[in-house]
């Protein structure tokens, strides 16, 4: 009787693993995604495949998102172009693609001013804590929801332009 319980309690946790976070992982074969453009202000982020929007989100900023990130810590998000340079499948909130933030440029202007740039700046789902509480609440990043996210990271490749707009 042992035996067969162990049996069947091993294939159960089997199944659950197999079923777990595969969900957040999909799969993505559309026109592909040239840019994307966020419009701070309209807290909107545009998919693009040329001039066509392929999807449009609504998105949280840093806590304190006017005018463009200059220091670590300021609350605010980056302005500018930049690129899509990396990708966390563990991210803290949900999954996470990276902007280039820092350009050299933003890094030296920081430097002179006896500050960082700051860094570790991504469009994400939600924190597992406050689920993003509030309109804006990241520390300088692009939130969306943990659905929204994970057909973003489908979507989105490294190298795609990011254009964020006040």
Same mark, same amino acid.
């Given at each position: 009787?042992?035996?067969?319980?162990?049996?069947?309690?091993?294939?159960?946790?089997?199944?659950?693993?197999?079923?777990?976070?595969?969900?957040?992982?999909?799969?993505?074969?559309?026109?592909?995604?040239?840019?994307?453009?966020?419009?701070?202000?309209?807290?909107?982020?545009?998919?693009?495949?040329?001039?066509?929007?392929?999807?449009?989100?609504?998105?949280?900023?840093?806590?304190? *998102?006017?005018?463009?990130?200059?220091? =670590?810590?300021? #609350? @605010?998000?980056?302005? !500018?172009?930049?690129? &899509?340079?990396? /990708?966390?499948?563990?991210?803290?909130?949900?999954?996470?693609?990276?902007?280039?933030?820092?350009? *050299?440029?933003?890094?030296?202007?920081? =430097?002179?001013? #006896? @500050?960082?740039?700051? !860094?570790?700046?991504? &469009?994400?789902? /939600?924190?597992?804590?406050?689920?993003?509480?509030?309109?804006?609440?990241?520390?300088?990043?692009?939130?969306?929801?943990?659905?929204?996210?994970?057909?973003?990271?489908?979507?989105?490749?490294?190298?795609?332009? &990011?254009?964020?707009?006040?």
């Amino acid at each position: 009787m042992n035996r067969r319980t162990l049996l069947l309690g091993g294939c159960a946790l089997a199944t659950l693993a197999a079923c777990g976070d595969s969900s957040k992982f999909k799969s993505y074969n559309g026109p592909a995604v040239t840019q994307i453009q966020i419009f701070k202000s309209q807290r909107m982020m545009y998919l693009l495949h040329g001039d066509e929007v392929l999807e449009k989100y609504k998105i949280g900023l840093g806590g304190d *998102p006017v005018g463009p990130k200059q220091f =670590e810590g300021d #609350g @605010k998000t980056p302005e !500018g172009l930049y690129y &899509i340079n990396r /990708r966390n499948p563990n991210s803290a909130y949900y999954l996470s693609i990276g902007i280039s933030y820092p350009n *050299p440029q933003q890094v030296a202007f920081a =430097e002179s001013q #006896g @500050k960082k740039a700051g !860094g570790d700046i991504f &469009i994400h789902g /939600r924190d597992g804590k406050n689920k993003g509480k509030g309109r804006d609440w990241t520390a300088g990043c692009i939130a969306v929801k943990d659905k929204e996210i994970s057909d973003i990271y489908a979507m989105v490749r490294d190298g795609t332009p &990011i254009f964020i707009f006040p």
